[in-house]
């Protein structure tokens, strides 16, 4: 049987627009776009899901990073 698309593989793609999950935050379903890591933007704002193999970070709103995964408020 042929494997189903994961969020992974959707995320992973050249420079596509990310993929999304809902997510519960801030009183309400949204959804979340969900960036790998090893291809994160240069400025990414949350709310937002980083994902690697082995961890998922929630960057909420009001946040901010880049590559080095250092969060910033505004």
Do not use: F, K, M
Not at 16 to 36: C, F, I, M, N, T
Request: charge should be positive; proline fraction near 12%; aromatic fraction near 6%.
């Amino acid at each position: 049987l042929p494997r189903p698309p994961t969020v992974r593989d959707a995320a992973a793609g050249q420079g596509g627009a990310p993929a999304s999950r809902p997510v519960y935050v801030g009183g309400a379903w949204q959804d979340v776009p969900v960036h790998r890591r090893s291809h994160l933007p240069a400025n990414v704002h949350g709310p937002a899901l980083i994902e690697e193999d082995y961890t998922t970070v929630l960057l909420g709103a009001g946040w901010s990073c880049g590559p080095d995964l250092v969060a910033r408020r505004g």
